[in-house]
């Protein structure tokens, strides 16, 4: 069987997935010549031809139909490299002739041309060993514990984090790997989350309206540019997690819309084809070559990028049948219920296939339903992904914090409710940027009351959020308290740090991360009941909860965080010959370790424990000034 034939038979089948490495641009040097193959996909095309800047724009170089099943193929000679050339593919449909940008093209030029690039230079040299060693070790499994490291993830929009002052440029990936390494690991974090890097036309998008999958958009620089960011990061130990939208695709012309005249990568049936709120096309994942194309996406970026993770974006919309749907635009499955029964199908499939090569990738979900099993094995009856953002949490608890504490006591479940289902999902408790936009205010001004208790609360809230079970996610500038709304088109609003009150929190976010990496009573037990106990979860008058953290060997920590305006008194049952040393709190960065003395009670023995407004202290149990188990 040749090349073409497995390759072929493999791809239409479903399961190739180097579909990469069989279709796109590729190259062959022999003889001092430069032998370029083009092979595309276009079943319902009449015709398929080169267009360049090497061949001429007017002129198509004509492709050959070399399977029944509509693989087109091109073999183009040329005596100097062609390395960076643009060039589009000329399809021939019912409709005309339409130029469109090569779905598997490693780099492209992007914006409203769209040009794909040629670019087959191999020549990065990777030096993140060291790194890729741990990787294996810190997401793995030790039989009842899953992940039992720290997870601290630094979300951020790379075109809007830092911008040179002088002309709104963009910094390079080569300029962010200079600066950003640094920056993480001071700051605490374990790895940093992009928002959507692959070409995309649309500043506006974010990121998330992706036309050329797998070309790392050149808003920044090459590919090898790109990787060059990710060794850096890597040598500086921080991991690289990539949000990639497998869900949808815009309808710019030069993209995969209708790319054969016909719908072809999206749903044919206008009941799943199109998002109204997006006004993108969904993939059509019952369709294998679809699933080819997407499932060797997620492999490229993790083989050939050293990508750590994948956060896969609007899984809801996968899922559901009738998502972004009224009644009667939808039709159900067979079963007579919701399920897009094809879309969990592909999901299950895509994270086999991830795991199976990469047992030790982050796949995280986007997903704000209860659907069941999202982070359960599919050999379970899962979904596959290992961790899930917590977004019922997340929108509970702003609503919460924006409520006058008078009134809190009536909403007390934001603080208690959320540990009813914690250990039902593997969960990353995310402060994301889908929040601090679109008037939804930054997080500090979530926060109620004047700017002092603002600053308080937010405080607070990032102790709880550090503290409560599952991995971490902050998005970039929540860090030192920006009031603005994230934009997406300027910088983050770096002069803020030349204000005390700014400064001193972004001190305190790197204070509070390097707690939790010191601590693992905060992190080794995060999913399952094993590592956490309520103290007092329904102290609703008071808006204020205590718990405690709990490591392998069982020593813990005791954590009480005060959401309400007023000093609160309150009494914990313990031991005796116990007390309670502080070892962290919301009002200093370096607390000096102040004890709580233990009396004795009828029955047994009380820790009374006064917690000032809006804030939020962390007690290790000691006896003989030793940390003790529980």
């Known amino acids: 069987m040749s090349n073409i034939e497995l390759g072929s038979y493999l791809f239409h089948q479903g399961t190739n997935f180097r579909a ?56 183009y000679t040329s005596d100097v490299s062609l390395e960076l050339q643009p060039y589009k593919f000329r399809i021939e449909s019912h409709k005309g002739f ?88 001071k700051m605490g974090y374990t790895h940093v989350e992009f928002l959507p890097l692959q070409e995309h036309p649309f500043d506006g998008s974010w990121g998330y309206q992706v036309c050329s999958f797998y070309a790392p958009t050149s808003r920044f620089g090459t590919p090898n540019d790109f990787r060059h ?35 072809l990568y999206e749903y044919q049936g206008k009941d799943r084809q199109e998002s109204r709120s997006w006004g993108t096309r969904f993939f059509d994942l019952g369709r294998e070559e679809i699933q080819c194309f997407l499932i060797s996406n997620a492999l490229y970026f993790l083989r050939e990028f050293h990508i750590d993770g994948l956060r896969v974006d609007a899984v809801a919309s996968m899922i559901y049948l009738d998502y972004d749907r ?65 977004m019922g949490w997340a929108n509970d608890f702003y609503k919460y914090v924006s409520t006058d504490p008078i009134y809190r006591k009536y909403h007390h479940t934001a603080l208690n409710f959320p540990l009813m289902y914690a250990f039902t999902e593997q969960y990353c408790m995310p402060i994301s940027h889908d929040e601090v936009v679109h008037g939804k205010g930054s997080f500090i001004n979530k926060m109620f009351g004047c700017n002092e208790d ?9 102790m709880l959020m550090m503290t409560y079970p599952g ?3 902050l998005f970039m500038g929540t860090e030192y308290a920006q009031f603005r709304e994230w934009d997406y088109d300027n910088s983050l609003e770096w002069f803020m740090l030349d204000y005390p009150a700014h400064k001193y929190f972004r001190e305190y976010v790197a204070s509070l991360n390097a707690f939790y990496l010191a601590n693992s009573e905060l992190w080794e037990i995060d999913f399952l009941e094993d590592g956490f106990k309520w103290l007092l979860p329904d102290e609703s008058d008071k808006n204020l909860v205590a718990f405690n ?29 116990i007390r309670l040393e502080s070892i962290f709190d919301t009002g200093t960065l370096s607390p000096e370790q102040r004890s709580v003395q233990i009396n004795k009670v009828d029955g047994g023995y009380n820790a009374n424990i006064s917690v000032p407004p809006f804030s939020g202290v962390i007690f290790r149990r000691v006896t003989k000034n030793k940390k003790i188990d529980i």
């Open 229 to 263: 960011l990710i060794n850096s990061l890597h040598k500086a130990g921080v991991g690289v997690i990539m949000d990639w939208v497998p869900a949808h695709f815009p309808k710019d012309a030069w993209g995969l819309y209708e790319f054969d005249g016909t719908p």
């Open 98 to 185: 339409q130029d469109k940008g090569d779905p598997y093209a490693r780099f492209s030029r992007g914006g409203a041309d769209g040009a794909s690039l040629i670019y087959t230079d191999t020549s990065f040299k990777w030096e993140d060993k060291r790194w890729m060693n741990h990787r294996k070790k810190a997401i793995s499994s030790d039989g009842k514990y899953y992940i039992s490291s720290p997870v601290n993830i630094y979300e951020m929009h790379m075109g809007s984090w830092m911008r040179h002052e002088e002309d709104n440029r963009y910094y390079s990936y080569r300029e962010l790997a200079d600066i950003l390494p640094s920056y993480l690991k």
């Open 549 to 577: 953290r709990l490591n392998k060997k069982g020593r813990s920590v005791t954590v009480v965080l005060n959401f309400s305006g007023c000093t609160q008194d309150i009494t914990i049952p313990t031991e005796k010959g």
């Open 20 to 75: 990469y490495e069989f279709l796109g641009c590729s190259l062959n040097i022999k003889d001092g010549k430069y032998q370029y193959t083009f092979r595309t996909w276009a079943p319902n095309a009449k015709s398929v031809g080169l267009v360049s800047e090497f061949s001429g724009w007017s002129y198509a170089v004509p492709f050959s139909r070399v399977t029944d099943n509509g693989i087109w193929e091109l073999n």
């Open 471 to 473: 991995k971490k996610m």
């Open 454 to 462: 603002k600053f308080k609360q937010a405080r607070t809230s990032l």
């Open 326 to 390: 009224m009644p009667g635009e939808w039709h159900p499955n067979h079963l007579g219920t919701n399920e897009n029964l094809e879309a969990t199908a592909f999901l299950r499939k895509l994270n086999t296939a991830i795991f199976e090569e990469f047992p030790d990738a982050l796949m995280i979900a986007e997903e704000s339903t209860s659907f069941g099993g999202i982070t359960h094995p599919v050999s379970m009856g899962g979904m596959g992904f290992n961790m899930k953002w917590n």
